[in-house]
């Protein structure tokens, strides 16, 4: 069974950042995907960022330039860091992995862009 275990979400004005962690149970190595999508109240869930099992990576459009996707395959933790933060990134960012046809997702964690 696979574990994703996401920190690092809180409060943040405009123009602010933050850093969201994903730690996950066992290597990522052998993930077909592993990223981040988010929920924001009345609104469907969505990808905002992910790496593909190539190396390669995609963003959501409206995150492009903001934001980064990384990983350390050491801790088997995925990154997300978020920059320019804006209200309408108000939401619940929620870790992803697929493996095969299995899809696993964390417990989420609030992001808040206020003043």
């Known amino acids: 069974q696979v574990q994703l275990v996401e920190s690092g979400g809180g409060l943040v004005q405009p123009g602010g950042s933050l850093r969201l962690s994903c730690a996950a149970s066992g290597s990522i190595f052998k993930f077909d995907s592993i990223g981040w999508y988010r929920q924001a109240p009345g609104k469907q869930r969505d990808l905002v960022a992910s790496?593909?099992?190539?190396?390669?990576?995609n963003y959501a459009d409206s995150v492009k330039g903001r934001f980064t996707i990384s990983k350390d395959n050491a801790k088997n933790t995925v990154y997300l860091q978020m920059n320019s933060l804006k209200p309408e990134d108000t939401a619940v960012y929620y870790c992803?992995?697929?493996?095969?046809?299995?899809?696993?997702w964390g417990q989420g964690t609030q992001v808040t862009v206020s003043s």
């Open positions: 790496f593909i099992n190539d190396g390669s990576t």
């Open positions: 992803n992995s697929w493996l095969g046809q299995l899809v696993y």
